[in-house]
């Protein structure tokens, strides 16, 4: 039997790699990529001669631009404008194309702010949401909406992942623009190095969030792309919101987390907290019971995920 062509959109980030690793290690698959100086997914033209030129069978959409709090709150309109972009592009060519099934990564935070807990995948648009993230939240909420229309008006078979809070190898640790995890990992290594007496950390520390090593979630869009066919199509039935929760099933505070990462990185000043910067979303822990279902559970312990990534920023720090 001929292998699936699977396209993976947004390869060298954080998911697309992880992504990558899974699918290889499985063997079964013919994995297409592109590098972004090769194909800019926000050039229409560019992505549709694409998709015509590779035919892929399966596309898993990680392309997209991300950022932690400051990123989001400073430039809400790259946020938006550059990630509607990406996927009208990307789904337009997909269905132009007849790619049999397509999952779509999402953000935990499409989900209004004060969201009851766990988070189920139907509270999607019941309450207002984060402004520091908004303007992202609302793309990927479209991207949510597009594979629900085009399910519905098409027949196809396009799925939302949501996954939580990520991290891991490849991770972007840049100083003002990465996500709250390889943020403080490049900020407690730079205190230990220069023997800094406090690391800063914003807001009260008070927030609860839920952390996923990033090659777990690989090994769970592997899973999903792996189901047969009507198991599969069950889970874009146009009826409902082609929506599925990626976690770990448990959250810990800001002050735990930078707590645990000092640790591991062998800082032993102090934490201070600013409590002038923004919190964001009081609390983020997904129901995670569909996937679950499906037979799928993340295995990596946040201790040993956080071991591997600051190994990860070690080897690229290393590098530079």
Not at 14 to 42: F, M, N
Not at 258 to 279: H, M, N, Q, T, W
Not at 301 to 317: C, H, Q, T, V
Request: charged share 20%.
């Amino acid at each position: 039997m001929t292998p699936k062509k699977v396209f993976v959109a947004g390869d060298s980030g954080l998911v697309g790699s992880a992504t990558l690793h899974a699918l290889r290690k499985r063997g079964c698959y013919d994995v297409i990529t592109c590098p972004h100086e090769r194909l800019d997914l926000e050039d229409r033209q560019a992505t549709y001669d694409f998709f015509m030129r590779s035919q892929p069978n399966y596309v898993v959409m990680c392309a997209a631009k991300v950022g932690g709090i400051l990123a989001n709150s400073t430039y809400p309109v790259d946020f938006l404008h550059k990630n509607l972009r990406i996927q009208l592009n990307v789904f337009d060519a997909a269905y132009a194309s007849n790619v049999d099934r397509m999952i779509f990564l999402g953000s935990s935070c499409i989900y209004p702010r004060d969201c009851p807990q766990p988070i189920r995948e139907e509270y999607i648009l019941t309450g207002p949401l984060e402004l520091t993230n908004r303007a992202y939240a609302l793309a990927k909420i479209s991207g949510v909406e597009a594979c629900q229309s085009f399910n519905r008006q098409f027949g196809t078979n396009y799925l939302a992942l949501m996954p939580t809070n990520l991290y891991g190898p490849g991770d972007n640790y840049h100083p003002q623009n990465s996500h709250v995890i390889p943020a403080l990992i490049r900020r407690f290594h730079a205190a230990k190095q220069k023997s800094v007496p406090s690391v800063v950390v914003w807001g009260s520390g008070r927030p609860r969030r839920e952390f996923m090593f990033s090659l777990d979630l690989g090994d769970a869009i592997a899973h999903l792309l792996g189901l047969p066919d009507e198991a599969f199509k069950r889970l874009t039935c146009p009826d409902v919101a082609p929506l599925l929760n990626i976690g770990v099933g448990q959250d810990m505070t800001i002050a735990e987390i930078a707590s645990l990462i000092r640790s591991i990185v062998g800082y032993e000043g102090e934490i201070e907290f600013d409590i002038s910067k923004p919190d964001g979303t009081p609390r983020k822990l997904l129901d995670t019971s569909k996937m679950s279902r499906l037979g799928w559970r993340a295995v990596t312990g946040i201790n040993a995920g956080l071991a591997l990534a600051y190994e990860d920023f070690l080897r690229k720090s290393v590098g530079n």
